[in-house]
T-cell receptor
Framework: ETGVTQSPTHLIKTRGQQVTLRCSSQ?????VSWYQQALGQGPQFIFQ???????GRGNFPPRFSGLQFPNYSSELNVNALELDDSALYLC?????????????FGPGTRLTVT | QKEVEQDPGPLSVPEGAIVSLNCTYS??????FMWYRQYSRKGPELLMY????GNKEDGRFTAQVDKSSKYISLFIRDSQPSDSATYLC????????FGAGTTVTVRA
């Protein structure tokens, strides 16, 4: 069984730039969620994708957008980067079935905005 | 008021001690309760997943949920230095609300 993978591991961008982060879900899972974790804080829910559509969104502006592909992998795009976007971005996959909400996280992408 | 409150610690205990971690939450509609372990610069690892009030045990780990008090706990028995990590409580369903995490150090 393959776990959740994310790429790249680290990324440094300049304020105003755009970034794309990638996630491959765990084998057999059909749902991907994205979280932002600032240093010393718990993860904050950005949004979830199920069947290639957004299935819920947290308190993040529209410049945070995403995609889910037919193979259940996903991308997180952030436009017009701000300094406060510096964080660990986590992808979590799950199998939405029968009320099971267990989410399994990848190692994360550490984004630094300068 | 945050949806989930968790004492950030840090918590330092000797090897073999019982580690006790707690969270409180505000939304009584929450139905699913999880504990994650996160090592430095790694992704969170799911430790325990519970649905109802009561206890759930898995090896050295016991999760407790008290829905009437909106209070959840994680106990780690016979703690080991390898248990040194940040422990995050998470509550919700498709959208998880996390506590800030408690940093635990187990001293050999």
């Amino acid at each position: 069984e393959t776990g959740v993978t994310q790429s790249p591991t680290h990324l440094i961008k300049t304020r105003g730039q755009q970034v794309t982060l990638r996630c491959s879900s765990q084998s057999g899972h059909n749902t991907v969620s994205w979280y932002q974790q600032a240093l010393g804080q718990g993860p904050q829910f950005i949004f979830q994708y199920y069947r290639e559509e957004e299935n819920g969104r947290g308190n993040f502006p529209p410049r945070f957008s995403g995609l889910q592909f037919p193979n259940y992998s996903s991308e997180l795009n952030v436009n017009a980067l701000e300094l406060d976007d510096s964080a660990l971005y986590l992808c979590a996959s799950s199998l939405v079935a029968g009320g099971n909400y267990e989410q399994y996280f990848g190692p994360g992408t550490r984004l630094t905005v300068t | 008021q945050k949806e989930v409150e968790q004492d950030p610690g840090p918590l330092s205990v000797p090897e073999g001690a019982i580690v006790s971690l707690n969270c409180t939450y505000s939304n009584s509609a929450f139905q699913y309760f999880m504990w994650y372990r996160q090592y430095s610069r790694k992704g969170p690892e799911l430790l325990m997943y519970t649905y109802s009030s009561g206890n759930k045990e898995d090896g050295r780990f016991t999760a407790q949920v008290d829905k009437s008090s909106k209070y959840i706990s994680l106990f780690i028995r016979d703690s080991q230095p390898s248990d040194s990590a940040t422990y995050l409580c998470a509550i919700g369903d498709y959208k998880l609300s996390f506590g800030a995490g408690t940093t635990v150090t187990v001293r050999a």
